[in-house]
């Protein structure tokens, strides 16, 4: 059965930190593996990742994809309250987009 | 560009009432699909629409319903409502499926079933 797994499920950290997130995946028929941002309401695309080892970076934000171990991280470095959010992880399979459950990132002042 | 609209954003219905819940899109994409969001559940996939005029179950479709009126429009239709579809659901949209091209979300509908 295709799966996304995301580790840790929560996070607490001081302003300043930095912080990796890991999503892993067992999916038939891979396409690409995207990351979102969710605060209050709807997700918001944050990266599309498709071939191993090219990292993508927004800012402080950085990703990169290991087709071979079948996993991606997300980096936020210098942290800020506003980051403070779920970061949803999917893989696109060919005919759909599977979900992992989120990691809830809280940022202390 | 008002991007993936949603309508409306609350809704509290009785056990055994009837909804739709709208959804619009105007950058003229092909896909489009529902998602339903509950605690510690992740997004789940209702139903899709890989195109215009097709439409196919997701993960969790049992109780609902969809049209693809158009290109732009995607309802989902709970015919019987019951208390375990008490969830926040999401509208989104992409360029078509079967590419490497990001889901744009609608702002979500919160529906509570008593």
């Known amino acids: 059965e295709d799966k996304v797994v995301q580790s840790p499920l929560s996070l607490v950290v001081h302003e300043g930190d930095t912080v990796t997130l890991n999503c892993s995946y067992e999916?038939?028929?891979?396409?690409?593996l995207l990351w979102y941002k969710q605060e209050k309401k709807a997700p918001t695309f944050l990266f599309m990742l498709t071939s191993s080892g090219i990292e993508k970076k927004s800012g402080r934000l950085s990703s990169i994809l290991d087709k071979k171990e079948l996993f991606s991280i997300l980096n936020i470095t210098a942290t800020q309250t506003g980051d403070s959010a779920v970061y949803l992880c999917?893989?696109?399979?060919?005919?759909?987009?599977?979900f992992g459950k989120g990691t809830r990132l809280h940022i202390l002042p | 560009n008002a991007g993936v609209t949603q309508t409306p954003k609350f809704q509290v219905l009785k056990t055994g009432q009837s909804m739709t819940l709208q959804c619009a899109q105007d950058?003229?994409?092909?896909?489009m699909y529902w998602y339903r969001q509950d605690p510690g559940m992740g997004l789940r996939l209702i139903y899709y629409?890989?195109?215009?005029?097709?439409?196919d179950k997701g993960e969790v479709p049992n109780g609902y319903n969809v049209s693809r009126l158009n290109k732009r429009e995607f309802s989902l239709r709970l015919e019987s409502a019951a208390p375990s579809q008490t969830s926040v659901y999401f509208c989104?949209?992409?360029?078509?499926?079967?590419?490497?091209?990001?889901?744009?979300f609608g702002p979500g509908t919160r529906l509570t079933v008593t």
């Open positions: 629409s890989a195109s215009e005029g097709t439409t």
């Open positions: 989104a949209s992409s360029h078509q499926m079967g590419g490497p091209y990001e889901q744009y």
């Open positions: 999917a893989v696109d399979r060919d005919d759909k987009i599977i």
């Open positions: 999916v038939t028929n891979f396409r690409s």
């Open positions: 950058m003229n994409h092909n896909s």
